[in-house]
């Protein structure tokens, strides 16, 4: 019988947590039976498997994630909007990077959830970018750009990356703006 208390719920919670904490590739089962207070075989009434608990914390975390470029996102256009979108992108990384972690691999084409809360994420990007008029496929190519530019910056800086003695949120602020510079430029192969 499962413990009092502690549901599904309650598991992926303390696992996203716990994945912050020693990074979700060192996120083990006997760690977070650990963490909740139960032997390791009672896990599996909760969870099927470390991968689904995985799945189950990239679920969570795009959710917050979405959640927190939206609400920076609300009411801006243009460069501002960039800059809210990447600030936010940056602070949810760097203050959950086992969660982030558990969001970087596309969804199955079969796993309707991810698909649909990775659409969710991608359409608050895609809102940010019409504001320089970018559609279809050249908005393709400018998501994956600032994905790829945030990404990357902010895993450097959650992995203790950067060593140079240079301000960090200046150099963050550069790449923020040059991005901005790069969206306003035209096509440069308009015919693709």
Request: charged share 25%; glycine share 10%; aromatic share 6%.
């Amino acid at each position: 019988m499962p413990r009092a208390g502690l549901a599904p719920a309650a598991v992926i919670a303390a696992g996203a947590e716990l994945a912050d904490e020693v990074g979700l590739a060192g996120l083990t089962m006997g760690l977070l039976a650990e963490r909740v207070g139960v032997r390791t075989p009672s896990l599996y009434k909760h969870v099927d498997s470390l991968d689904a608990l995985r799945r189950s914390i990239g679920l969570q975390a795009k959710r917050e994630m979405g959640d927190a470029l939206a609400r920076a996102c609300v009411g801006r256009s243009g460069a501002d909007a960039v800059h809210a979108f990447a600030d936010a992108w940056r602070r949810w990384v760097v203050a959950h990077p086992g969660r982030y972690a558990a969001t970087v691999r596309a969804p199955a084409p079969d796993d309707e959830e991810g698909l649909l809360l990775a659409d969710e994420v991608l359409q608050i990007l895609f809102a940010v970018l019409s504001g320089f008029g970018l559609e279809g496929p050249r908005a393709i190519d400018a998501a994956r750009m600032v994905r790829s530019a945030l990404h990357g910056f902010a895993s450097l800086e959650s992995d203790g990356g950067f060593g140079f003695p240079r301000d960090i949120d200046r150099s963050y602020h550069y790449l923020v703006t040059t991005l901005i510079a790069g969206l306003r430029s035209p096509d440069p192969d308009p015919d693709a």
